[in-house]
């Protein structure tokens, strides 16, 4: 199979979605997050929306891409080879239950890569009140999808941090995976892929195993450096960014790392990585920015 670049700049249909607080309670117990701030609902301040929420607010882009994407402009017949391999967030400002956030969707960036393709798609999001709340950009490759030229966009994603340790990591967490944690994140976060809890599924698509979802694995990692790194604060969460690069199955255990830290003037950056059952890296080269 094959695809161009031509796809560069394609605009897709505005998604509008109120947070619920159900949703959002959910999103937190999904990933085993008991934060308060997500769940204490008699806090003086109330409760906020846990900032990974923000991918489940943009994954219909990707579930329903028939009812946001032109098929003239976007290849909706190559979707069902895609991977997720990327991600970047940066948050602008808090979420919370009731607030509308209408997303505006475009493809970015498409890239030759030695897999098959590389697209990303970026993602911005705004408040009822025309605020601006986050800005994602998910990328994917396309298994097997051969790029017909040289790629285009390419200057269009934000630099990402690098940090190369010298030593061991400077904590690190074991984490025992519930074998009905992918059918709970399904539920709960509403993302929905049946790679995650269909086995037949899984294999009929050449996995091994039905396997837990990348962003999962994340949220995981986002809630243990927050709770450690930031106080358990996670309004002070700036911009969070990885590479999914391992697989991690129900039942298993994985081990989040965190690996050093960069000061800048008011953030710190933390680097952190995810190890599967294997001692593979699920998740590389990650990194949490968060205010001093």
Not at 59 to 83: N, Y
Request: one cysteine or more; hydrophobic letters at 40%; aromatic letters at 10%.
């Amino acid at each position: 199979m094959e695809a161009t670049s031509d796809s560069v700049g394609a605009v897709a249909k505005p998604l509008t979605k109120e947070i619920t607080w159900r949703h959002s309670m959910n999103f937190a117990a999904a990933t085993g997050d008991a934060n308060p701030m997500y769940l204490d609902d008699v806090r003086e301040d109330g409760i906020i929306v846990p900032p990974m929420l923000s991918v489940a607010l943009t994954w219909p882009f990707g579930e329903k891409a028939e009812d946001f994407w032109s098929p003239d402009e976007f290849p909706l017949h190559l979707l069902v080879h895609q991977v997720h391999y990327t991600e970047q967030i940066e948050f602008h400002r808090t979420m919370k239950p009731g607030d509308a956030i209408t997303i505006n969707a475009e493809v970015a960036t498409i890239q030759p890569h030695r897999g098959g393709t590389y697209f990303v798609i970026k993602f911005r999001a705004f408040n009822q009140a025309q605020e601006p709340v986050f800005t994602e950009y998910a990328g994917a490759i396309l298994r097997g999808v051969k790029l017909l030229d040289k790629g285009a966009g390419q200057d269009a994603l934000p630099p990402t941090p690098r940090f190369h340790p010298d030593g061991g990591p400077i904590w690190e967490n074991h984490q025992h995976v519930s074998p009905l944690a992918a059918h709970i994140y399904d539920g709960c976060a509403d993302i929905y892929n049946p790679i995650h809890t269909s086995r037949q599924f899984a294999k009929w698509v050449g996995l091994p195993d039905s396997i837990i979802c990348g962003t999962c694995t994340l949220s995981w990692a986002i809630r243990d450096v927050i709770n450690a790194e930031a106080n358990a604060d996670p309004t002070r969460l700036k911009r969070l960014g990885c590479r999914f690069t391992g697989m991690v199955f129900p039942g298993s255990d994985v081990t989040i790392r965190l690996l050093g830290k960069t000061e800048q003037e008011d953030t710190i950056t933390n680097f952190f990585e995810v190890r599967n059952q294997d001692g593979k890296r699920a998740i590389s080269d990650g990194f949490v920015v968060i205010a001093k």
